[in-house]
């Protein structure tokens, strides 16, 4: 059974950093892909990053390039989303998310979600 659970919002200010973690169980680790998805208020699921446990491959959002870093540590089978130089439009339900294969930025294509935590970032 697949479990994702995050952790590690809460409230911030603009220019702040902060470290979203989801503990990842029940996964093939080396043959998924982990993901991190962000939901605004009135606004659609959108790709944040994603890394290919396979071959540690991964990709970002321009929104997010340059300022939010995606890693795994493989022995605490964690993910973790590291995110600097936040600003408000990083407001945000993020989500943890896992497919079987490549990265990709298709929320349709994950197939494990987690239950989301809140990132709120004041101006």
């Known amino acids: 059974q697949v479990q994702l659970v995050e952790s590690g919002g809460g409230l911030v200010q603009a220019g702040d950093s902060l470290r979203v973690s989801c503990a990842a169980s029940?996964?093939?680790?080396?043959?998924?892909?982990l993901g991190w998805f962000r939901q605004a208020p009135g606004k659609e699921r959108e790709f944040v990053a994603a890394?290919?446990?396979?071959?540690?491959?991964?990709d970002y959002a321009n929104s997010v390039k340059g300022r939010f870093t995606i890693s795994i540590d493989n022995p605490k089978n964690m993910v973790y989303l590291q995110m600097n130089s936040l600003k408000p439009d990083d407001t945000a339900v993020y989500y943890c998310?896992?497919?079987?294969?490549?990265?990709?930025?298709?929320?349709?294509?994950?197939?494990?979600w987690g239950q989301g935590t809140q990132v709120t970032v004041s101006s």
């Open positions: 998310a896992a497919r079987f294969g490549r990265t990709t930025s298709t929320p349709s294509q994950y197939n494990y």
């Open positions: 029940g996964l093939a680790w080396r043959r998924h892909t």
């Open positions: 890394i290919d446990w396979s071959d540690l491959n991964t």
